[in-house]
């Protein structure tokens, strides 16, 4: 029976290929997309989500508008020079003049039309998933579990020194949802770091033209990997974060994992380092936190679902 997933995003290159890959996964099945403000706007995530799915043929699967900022008002940084003025590389969108959405509270209507066959999956700013926290309580209590993309554990960020991306972009609503969600898996930069895809695998990929998206995946990954040549000079393929998060819903070999209760820094200096307690006194904790890659297994569960005819 497939995973049921509801996946909070904001799409995004490495966004749109977790979707891509849950759309075609038979081990999963996505039942509502909540798009909100990160990579791009939320106006322009909720359309990359409908334009997804419409390719995968599923334009009846809700996509719901999220937040469009983080609840402590920053100017909001987008990075077209990763992910593309519209979020998907060189690739435009159709002109249309109606995208169908969903009222926000159907999260709630989805959480208790599936209780705890249920899986939501966070692969942006914890904005919106707070917010459905704070919005519908007990109905929360009722999902499986809860799978994070963010922080940077002992290891360098991506959008500073210290942080990663999405914890930096709200580390007050990460700490809300850390406080509150129960069964939580964080996959951080430690492992989805060295999620990468190389030319060799996306030309194996792009070759089946029974696959939607076939005709998109290489020029996104191309622009995509071109961009991370200029930050990682020498590296052999572009990690494709979000991706992991979504695979370990369903193979969490993938990864090894370590159990503390993270925690995400608010304060400026220091704004979205994650950390964990790992003194000879500190305790364990109940969230699990993915801290090392195994790369042959999530290559192989790649391709193996990839390569299907659809």
Do not use: W
Not at 26 to 48: D, F, L, M, R
Not at 69 to 85: A, C, D, F, S, V
Not at 286 to 295: C, G, M, P, S, V
């Amino acid at each position: 029976m497939p995973k049921k997933i509801l996946l909070f995003c904001d799409p995004g290159i490495d966004d749109s290929i977790a979707i891509m890959f849950a759309l075609i996964n038979p081990e999963i099945e996505i039942v509502g997309i909540v798009a909100s403000y990160g990579n791009v706007s939320k106006e322009q995530a909720t359309a990359n989500a409908a334009y997804l799915l419409e390719l995968a043929g599923k334009p009846d699967i809700p996509v719901i508008p999220g937040a469009f900022m983080p609840i402590q008002k920053k100017m909001i940084t987008y990075y077209p020079e990763i992910h593309g003025e519209d979020g998907i590389g060189p690739i435009q969108l159709p002109v249309k003049d109606y995208i169908k959405v969903y009222p926000f509270d159907t999260i709630r209507l989805l959480i208790e039309a599936y209780g705890n066959e249920l899986n939501i999956v966070d692969t942006g700013r914890s904005t919106s998933l707070a917010t459905a926290f704070i919005l519908y309580p007990q109905q929360m209590k009722l999902v499986n579990g809860f799978y994070l993309m963010g922080g940077s554990f002992f290891a360098p960020g991506n959008v500073t020194p210290l942080a990663e991306a999405n914890f930096h972009g709200d580390p007050t609503s990460t700490n809300f949802v850390l406080k509150h969600a129960h069964n939580i898996t964080i996959t951080p930069l430690n492992t989805t770091n060295y999620a990468y895809l190389t030319d060799e695998v996306v030309d194996l990929f792009s070759k089946h033209k029974s696959n939607p998206f076939a005709f998109m995946l290489k020029p996104i990954f191309e622009y995509y990997f071109k961009a991370y040549k200029k930050l990682s000079p020498g590296i052999i393929g572009a990690p494709i974060h979000d991706l992991v998060t979504v695979m370990t819903v369903c193979k969490p070999n993938i990864a090894e994992y370590i159990y503390y209760d993270a925690q995400v820094i608010e304060g400026i200096e220091a704004k979205g380092l994650s950390y964990i307690d790992l003194r000879p006194l500190g305790q364990p904790g109940q969230t699990r936190i993915a801290i090392k890659l195994n790369y042959d297994i999530f290559i192989k569960e790649l391709k193996d679902c990839m390569l299907k005819m659809i």
